[in-house]
Structure formats: C-alpha cells, structure tokens
C-alpha cells in the first residue's frame, strides 16, 4: 500500500516532477557557428584602456589593460590614472588583435542558473534563444530539467564547449524521472535512475517535492557520483519536503522560494489553501502563492532567526528567480515591455496569452488584489534574501525565462534590478551574477576576471553599476546636452571562451528571425 500511494503521490505531482516514458520532443537546434560570427580567440588578445569589474565584490578599477591568451585571461596591468593620459610605458605588448575599451567597463559573463533552451510549446529555436541570451553578457547557463531531451542538451553542450555553435556554456540538468520506462517508486529506483542519467553525462538534477525517503535516496546517490542538485518544491509535495529538509538532505540550490515559507511555519502545518483550491488552476496555483509568505514566521522573529542560521550553517543557495513572478505584482508593466516588438517570435507571444492550458499564462481574471498579495509578497521575500546575503549567505541569479512575459536575456537584466531592489549593492548583485554562480556549478574557471581564468567578459559602453537599465539590449533612453533624446549603448561586445561576439548583431538577428517568423504567420493568415 506503501508502495501504491508513493506512486500515486508521483504521478499526481504534474509537471514539476513528470516521469518521460518517451523522449520529451525538441526545439529545432542551433546551426553551427558561420566564419562571419565572432572573432578568435587570438594567440594574444588585449583589451586596451578598460575600468575593470572584476566580479568578486571589489570596487571598479581603471585604466587597465587584459592580456588573453587563446581562451584564458593572461595577465591584467594598471596603466595609468583616472583623468590623465595613459603610461605608454606600462602598457604590455606583442598583441595579435587589440580592442580598444578606452572608458568602457569590463566584467566577468554573466551566469544564468535557471535558464531553459526554450520549448517547443513556446516555438523558440536554440538559435534565437542562445543569441538572446549571448547578447545580454550570458556566458554559462545552467539548464533546469534539459526538457528538449537530456542527449539534445548534452550535444548542444558538446558544440558549445567547441565553439561549434553560438551559445553559452551549458549545464545540463535533467528534471527527475526522464527517460525513466517506469515510474520511480522507491529509493532502490530512484538511486538506479541517477546512476543512469550520470553515465550519460548530466550535470546535476532538478527536482520536486518528492517523497522523503525517495528525495534522501535522490540526493544521496547524487552527491555520491558528483551530480549537484536543484529544487523547485512544489506545493503537491511541500507539505513532507519544505526547503529546510531538503538542505539537510544535502540539496544544492532552492530553485524560486517554494518550500522556504513553509519552512517558516509557527502556526500552521500547511498553507492556507482556500477550499476550493485545485493546482491544477494556475491562478490559484499562483494567485495563493502570492499570499504564502505573510503566512510565515516575520522577519526577526525566532523561528526566522533559526531557520537562517541552519541555512548559513549549511552553506545552502537560494536561486529566487524574481523576475519570473514579477507579472503577478505588475502584469501590465511585464505585458508592454518595450522589447517584445523586436525581439518576441510571434509563438512566444502567443504562449504567453492567457490559457488555462499553458503553464504560466494564468491570467483568467487577475485582479487589484492579486497585484497588491503579490507586492507584499516580494517585500518579505526580498527582506529574507538581503539578510540571508548580509549575513555571508549565497544568493545566485537566475531568469526562468520564455513564460509569463519574460524574454530571454531582458529578463535576466530584470532579475539583477530586483536583487538591487532587495537592498544588494551593485557590486553585490555583480557577484551573484558570477563568481557566486560559478560556485554553485562549482567550476572555478569562470565567474571572475583574473589572470588564469577562462576568457568569458563582457564590455558595456556605459557603467552599469550606475544604472543596470544600460544592460538591455534595447540600451536605455537619456537626454544629451543638446536635450536631445538618445539610447544608451550597452553590452558593445559578449566574449565567450576568448572569442569576441558583436552583441548588436547578435540581436539584429535575433530580429530577422521575428520579423521573418511575423511574415510567415501574415501570409499563412492571407494566403
């Protein structure tokens, strides 16, 4: 009986924790990389005059220039002085290729670690969603769940790490159960199923709120074979497994915040779920998740003080994607951002309409009070992650792009403004943008710019800890001193593994590909 209502439990989990008894289908693959796209890498690249964010928390510094040999940084030398001339003399030499960055800010590529390649559902190519993503400074991502199939993520990793493809580095991380022939009911199961997806190369999993047993048995054999775990607790299973025994268990990263208000529960068990609640509703799904954490223990109390303290003793991650849930507190702000003429396929836009079918279109009849539930919502949560990083806690960044209005790319730059929003200093924001998402992946090749790492930087016109808006691909708007209005220039070049790419043609062709998709759907509607 055991046995049954654990697989019943399972199977009733929907798709945060679906088992794949056939291969999930795929989105067309990227074409390989033309000799027009991207220059190098170079026997000895120098980045010439450059105010460096190194991405470690310290302050700007500059003129500098970056030595980089093929795909590694080689050396980086202070050259002089704010406001006067360059030192000739201290400049290094013997350079193959130069780029002058004279008054630009340098930094390490962003990480984004929960960023899906797209979906069929949505109609995005690899290409149009890799480019987007190159074109906002994202070097690494880390792919929660590989739901184009885990063989299609791990080629696309392959002719990524070869430079075959124009495309970020990329973790692949496999949803729990996929490819699975039948549905993983106990430890013994679930411990043969990691071994499985670890000898066909995944990274790490991506996980549900699964029974206790099958979620100690999960994350143990994981950690045994060096695979890294990520949760996304949903609230079929929230009620056995809150975030705080997951960390116990030994898990990576918190995916969003589900399971860490429950885990601040003083006078309840569960949520207030009203009585006709049914998940299966995503505005209900999503309209009481905006009201979950006044229904926690507040900010200051012993239980939260308690509960953030075994989180630090743990060395635990939270990767809360805010601006993924943003929609909820602002749906027209998200709705008529100014980039989705450009750059949204004509697919994606329609993925996003309400549909009581598509996950994450759950606007059947949002109101003033889901807006001002879900406005309250961030504040708490925002108070829990600036205290967590104050008190020497990693937070990380991630987007969930391609649902509920949030654009590839646009809606990481989004997610760097909501940590700032959430009382992180620029710097701050920089660090969990980087050197804090390559510890989570555990590779401390990139993440910072520093002599003996990979080659991933960005180069940005204009300084973004001023103002993260100049980091849109759409640049931002500014008045000159003629009064006239102009658009900031932004990330100029994303250099990924040494290799140079123009980000601004990396988004004009992002372009073509909408303009030629709407073209194509305007002769099918008139023939």
């Not at 080629?155 to 949803?175: C, G, L």
């Not at 759950?362 to 003033?368: A, N, R």
């Not at 829990?384 to 990083?389: G, P, Q, T, V």
């Not at 980000?503 to 062709?509: E, G, M, N, T």
């Amino acid at each position: 009986m055991k046995r049954f209502l654990t697989g019943l439990l399972l199977i009733l989990l929907g798709s945060n924790a679906s088992f794949s008894l056939a291969q999930p289908r795929s989105i067309p693959p990227a074409p390989d990389r033309r000799p027009d796209e991207g220059m190098g890498p170079f026997e000895r690249l120098i980045i010439r005059g450059a105010i460096l964010i190194d991405g470690t928390g310290a302050p700007p510094i500059g003129p500098v220039d970056i030595v980089i040999e093929k795909n590694r940084i080689k050396e980086i030398v202070r050259v002089g002085y704010p406001g006067v001339p360059i030192e000739e003399e201290r400049r290094p030499g013997n350079a193959t290729y130069e780029l002058d960055a004279h008054g630009m800010y340098v930094l390490p590529g962003f990480i984004d670690l929960h960023a899906h390649i797209g979906g069929v559902a949505q109609g995005t190519p690899a290409e149009y969603v890799f480019k987007l993503w190159m074109a906002h400074g994202i070097t690494t991502i880390r792919d929660p769940g590989s739901g184009n199939g885990l063989a299609w993520t791990l080629e696309h990793k392959r002719r990524s790490a070869e430079n075959r493809i124009v495309a970020p580095r990329i973790y692949a991380y496999v949803r729990f159960g996929q490819g699975a022939k039948t549905p993983l009911t106990t430890p013994e199961a679930a411990r043969a199923w990691v071994r499985q997806v670890a000898q066909q190369g995944a990274d790490g999993l991506k996980l549900p709120a699964l029974p206790p047993e099958i979620m100690a048995a999960t994350i143990d054999e994981a950690r045994k074979l060096g695979l890294r775990t990520a949760a996304h607790l949903d609230q079929m299973g929230v009620a056995r497994m809150d975030a705080l025994d997951a960390a116990r268990l030994g898990l990576t990263t918190l995916e969003h915040w589900y399971g860490l208000p429950e885990a601040l529960f003083v006078d309840r068990t569960v949520q207030d779920f009203p009585v006709d609640y049914n998940y299966q509703n995503e505005q209900h799904r999503f309209g009481q998740a905006g009201r979950l954490w006044l229904q926690a223990a507040p900010p200051g109390s012993p239980k939260w003080k308690e509960v953030m303290e075994e989180f630090l003793r743990l060395d635990f991650t939270f990767c809360p994607t805010l601006t993924i849930y943003e929609a909820s507190r602002d749906l027209m702000r998200a709705m008529r951002a100014e980039w989705h003429d450009r750059y949204t396929l004509p697919s994606l836009w329609k993925f996003f309409q309400p549909n009581r079918k598509a996950h994450g279109s759950y606007w059947f009849y949002w109101t003033t009070a889901d807006e001002i539930a879900w406005k309250r919502n961030y504040q708490r949560w925002m108070q829990w992650l600036n205290e967590y990083k104050n008190r020497g806690g990693r937070v990380v960044t991630g987007s969930d792009s391609g649902f509920i209005f949030k654009l590839y790319g646009f809606g990481y730059i989004r997610e760097l403004e909501l940590l700032q929003e959430a009382g992180f200093h620029p710097l701050e924001v920089i660090r969990s943008a980087t050197l804090y998402g390559a510890e989570a992946l555990g590779n401390p090749e990139i993440g910072q710019v520093a002599p003996g790492k990979l080659a991933d930087l960005i180069i940005v016109a204009e300084n973004p800890l001023e103002n993260f808006k100049v980091l849109y691909g759409t640049g931002w708007i500014r008045v000159n001193e003629r009064n006239e209005v102009e658009r900031t220039r932004g990330i100029l070049y994303t250099i990924k593994d040494g290799i140079i790419y123009d980000a601004k043609q990396l988004l004009a062709d992002v372009a073509r590909m909408v303009e030629e998709a709407k073209r194509q759907e305007a002769t099918s509607q008139n023939p």
